[in-house]
């Protein structure tokens, strides 16, 4: 048995059989696409929500590599593969956790 397909023409969907013609609006067509979506655990966003999405996403990861490009994290991250050279006497002493 051929497999049929629905068309969309002008502002709707359309199909046709040996025995029925099929027509339904865009928005049944993508209410129930979302629908299947969703239950297959597909992301259901459209284009423009996605593309909104991927701008927060950008906007928040910007925000976080900011943080990182801050000195004051990297002096006290306690990461050891972080090599602090001291610049003066204090410096190394307050690295050693000694007093001046």
């Known amino acids: 048995m051929e497999e049929r397909l629905l068309d969309y023409v ?9 025995d029925f013609m099929v027509f339904l609006s865009d928005a049944t067509f993508q209410r129930h ?37 801050q000195l004051d994290y990297w ?7 972080v090599r602090l050279q001291p610049l003066t006497r204090e410096a190394y002493m307050r690295m050693r956790g000694g007093n001046k």
């Not at 002008?10 to 040996?18: I, L, M």
Request: charged fraction near 30%; include cysteine.
């Open 75 to 81: 002096l006290t991250c306690g990461d050891s593969a």
């Open 33 to 69: 696409f979302k629908a299947y979506l969703e239950s297959q655990g597909i992301c259901s966003l459209t284009y423009l929500e996605l593309q909104e999405k991927v701008r927060q996403i950008e906007e928040q990861r910007l925000q976080a590599f900011q943080r990182f490009r």
């Open 10 to 18: 002008r502002d709707h969907w359309q199909g046709e059989n040996e």
